[in-house]
């Protein structure tokens, strides 16, 4: 999180897969815990986090995990992970692709405020 409180701080936007929120992954006490500390993030001014919802289907780019960044200089870099590797590249075709998928994803994405108010709703379920 002192990236996020520093000098001149990113920002930083996650698109997550709703169904997320009911994968009791490690047992319902740890999801508990990211649940809350997924919501302490949703409020910070430098972060948004916006889930995709199930009704969305299978959204292409939602296979893999994979991260879009600018860096200072301005140079675009992504980093995409598949189940054996993960690869970093600046390549522009590659970022220009996953450009494109990010869009589409994004654009099935809940808002932020209805994201926000999901998330709230998965805790008081985990926490009965």
Same mark, same amino acid.
């Given at each position: 999180m002192q990236i996020f409180d520093g000098p001149s701080p990113p920002a930083f936007l996650a698109?997550? %897969?709703?169904s997320v929120l009911d994968r009791p992954i490690g047992g319902p006490a740890v999801l508990?815990?990211?649940l809350l500390?997924?919501?302490k993030l949703s409020q910070h001014p430098r972060i948004t986090i916006q889930l995709v919802p =199930?009704?969305?289907?299978? =959204? =292409?780019?939602?296979? +893999?995990a994979?991260?879009?960044?600018?860096?200072r200089d301005g140079t675009e870099v992504v980093s995409a992970d598949s189940i054996l590797s993960g690869h970093v590249t600046g390549d522009h075709d !590659? =970022? !220009?692709?996953l450009k494109v998928r990010y869009d589409s994803i994004?654009? %099935?994405?809940?808002p932020q405020t209805v994201s926000q108010r999901a998330i709230g709703d998965a805790i008081r379920?985990? +926490?009965?």
């Open positions: 698109l997550i %897969d709703e508990l815990d990211q500390y997924l919501q =199930v009704a969305a289907g299978c =959204v =292409v780019g939602m296979i +893999s994979f991260a879009l960044a600018r860096l !590659a =970022v !220009a692709q994004r654009a %099935d994405a809940h379920k985990w +926490s009965k």
